[in-house]
């Protein structure tokens, strides 16, 4: 009897994560349009606002849960005390970017003085006007910025004369032949406020995939004031870049995760630039390698799926979607099966590893055991 309490009380958390998920990703649905009974089960006294708050936090997503829902008129729906978290953390994270788009002037006005106009990537676009709907509501990790390989150098001095700095915690880690092919340099560190800045060299880690998407990189200017100019990518290399960081550069594809930011920027993207030439399926084809074919297909069926953006009618649909998407499911609302895909993709980066390995294990024996109950923890 004790092993099946467990079990069933095991089996019900589960089934609750999953149903927190389905609610969660339905209410942040790229549009303006929801299911008829989603109001009602919105003011439902039996939804735990605790659960489903918590996990838009662990997912990055809770202020733009709060711009979603105020967007769909569902806002004032939820009870009041939902909405004073949710408002709070969302304007938290207002002040947060504000503060990085100051940081963001203030360092390409001080590229610009070096003849260099950087161009934006990831979130630091999200600090610009006139994106999709819900950009401003989107968390914003670092500033990724794009500057010629030529100029890495001169961009870093230029960074460092206004107050950014190399920790030592980064620079020790890194073997220098593994940094001159890295596509970016050291992260670079505000000394007073939380901001890091990753001034890359390539767009893309893999080589290869960088060749491709670059070759048919257009970027239009965009001026924060009068002395500070960047560069903001065509929406196709953003598509394409959203899909191939978040698959391939952080293996996520490997791990089996489900990036709930990353996906729904995916979807907010090609909802907003659907009329688009660029993002016609031909063209998104040729800036990959076939071998990224099937991954562009599997990222935009999550897309689909999770957050209802329009599935492309050229787009291929691969064989076992619907093995992936129950698979992305187990792993996001059941943490042994994320420990085991981490686990997984981590052993299988060993070998390749080694050589880091043994410096870090020379300048810190807990490198290891550090490792292992960071996994176990998940």
């Given amino acids: 009897m004790h092993c099946y309490q467990v079990w069933r009380t095991y089996s019900l958390a ?39 708050v918590w996990l838009a936090g662990a997912c990055l997503v809770t202020p733009a849960l709060a711009g979603a829902l105020q967007r769909k008129g569902l806002f004032t729906l939820i009870p009041a005390e939902v909405q004073e978290v949710l408002s709070t953390i969302q304007n938290l994270n207002y002040a947060r970017n504000d503060i990085l788009s100051n940081q963001l002037i203030s360092i390409s006005t001080a590229l610009n003085q070096i003849g260099i106009q950087p161009v934006l990537l990831k979130g630091a676009i999200a600090l610009t006007s006139g994106q999709y709907p819900g950009a401003e509501d989107r968390v914003v990790g670092d500033l990724d910025l794009l500057v010629p390989d030529e100029q890495i150098e001169a961009a870093t001095t230029a960074l460092a004369e206004i107050g950014y700095e190399v920790q030592d915690e980064y620079a020790k880690w890194v073997l220098p032949s593994h940094l001159k092919n890295h596509h970016h340099g050291f992260p670079l560190m505000h000394p007073s406020l939380l901001v890091k800045v990753e001034l890359h060299r390539r767009i893309q880690k893999d080589k290869a995939d960088d060749a491709l998407l670059s070759m048919a990189l257009h970027c239009k200017p965009y001026s924060f004031t009068n002395t500070a100019t960047v560069l903001i990518p065509d929406p196709a ?13 952080d293996r996520q594809r490997a791990k089996q995760v489900l990036n709930l930011r990353q996906v729904l920027e995916f979807a907010a993207l090609s909802e907003h630039y659907k009329a688009t030439p660029e993002l016609q399926v031909p063209n998104l084809l040729n800036r990959l390698r076939p071998v990224r074919h099937i991954v562009l297909a599997e990222y935009w069926s999550q897309a689909t799926h999770w957050f209802n ?3 492309p009618g050229q787009l291929p649909r691969y064989a076992y979607k619907t093995q992936k998407l129950w698979l992305l499911e187990k792993v996001a609302t059941q943490p042994g099966w994320y420990k085991l895909f981490a686990s997984l993709n981590w052993l299988s980066l060993l070998p390749g590893r080694l050589p880091n390995f043994i410096k870090k294990l020379w300048i810190m024996p807990s490198y290891f055991p550090l490792k292992i109950k960071a996994l176990l923890k998940g």
């Fill in 309 to 311: 953006a329009p599935y």
């Fill in 237 to 249: 290399t953003r598509l394409l870049h959203n899909m191939l960081h978040c698959q391939i550069s």
């Fill in 14 to 52: 589960n089934q609750k994560r999953k149903t927190h998920l389905a609610l969660l990703c339905e209410c942040l649905a790229v549009g303006d349009e929801y299911a008829a009974d989603l109001p009602d089960r919105l003011k439902a006294e039996t939804l735990d606002w605790q659960a489903l």
